[in-house]
């Protein structure tokens, strides 16, 4: 039965992905800052923070790790600490989560790591700095990793997506949002095909490309 990690799983595309593994047969350990009200045999919960010093999840031999952890607020002047909260949250516990289990998937010769990123990774904005950076640098990151594991038989993804309909769609304005239900069937697609990169959808890929045109410095 094949195993995986997923890290930030309590709510949003986490939880959702969570239950989808879980359906089709795989077993799953969930890592979040609070308690899991998944009940399934097939389902161990470890409740930890990955801004924690030390954050190192220890859930074994994975075959899967989805890192879907993921934070981000508005830009107040007055407290750059929730900018830097983020780049913490999304980008250093992505880091560390790899840390801990590609060692175990590189000397099994096989195994697959997901980084939730975000179209948001090409736009230069004040609006939200610490998040924007935050997910440049792992979009950066797993690409990077991902060329130097791939030859071990080890996949790296990074997926790109726009607005989903979770609480981190903060935005009064959110072009092309999808479902919670849709962006998990994109990385139900990501676990069998293991592309080094995806961004979904399509049209809001596109939309971020032109607003970052136009919004270079």
């Keep these: 039965m094949p195993r995986a990690l997923v890290v930030g799983n309590t709510d949003g595309i986490g939880l959702g992905l969570t239950r989808r593994l879980l359906d089709t047969g795989w077993t799953v350990v969930g890592v979040s800052r609070r308690p899991s009200d998944v009940d399934s045999p097939a389902y161990e919960h470890i409740v930890a923070d990955v801004t924690a010093p030390g954050f190192a999840p220890r859930a074994g031999d994975v075959d899967l790790c989805v890192y879907a952890a993921g934070i981000g607020e508005p830009l107040d002047l007055a407290d750059l600490g929730q900018q830097t909260d983020a780049i913490r949250v999304n980008l250093l516990g992505a880091a560390l989560t790899a840390d801990a289990v590609l060692p175990g998937m590189l000397a ?110």
Excluded: C, N, Q, W
């Design 108 to 217: 099994a010769g096989r195994g697959h790591f997901v980084g939730l990123s975000s179209l948001a990774d090409i736009l230069v904005t004040p609006d939200a700095p610490g998040y924007a950076a935050s997910k440049a640098g792992l979009t950066s990151y797993l690409l990077s990793l991902g060329k130097a594991v791939r030859k071990r038989g080890v996949a790296v993804t990074a997926v790109r997506f726009g607005f989903v309909d979770t609480k981190m769609a903060k935005s009064p304005v959110t072009p092309f949002k999808i479902s919670v239900d849709e962006a998990v069937d994109v990385l139900v697609r990501v676990v069998a095909t293991r592309p080094a990169l995806v961004s979904y959808p399509r049209r809001m890929a596109l939309a971020a490309r032109v607003l970052r045109a136009v919004s270079r410095p």
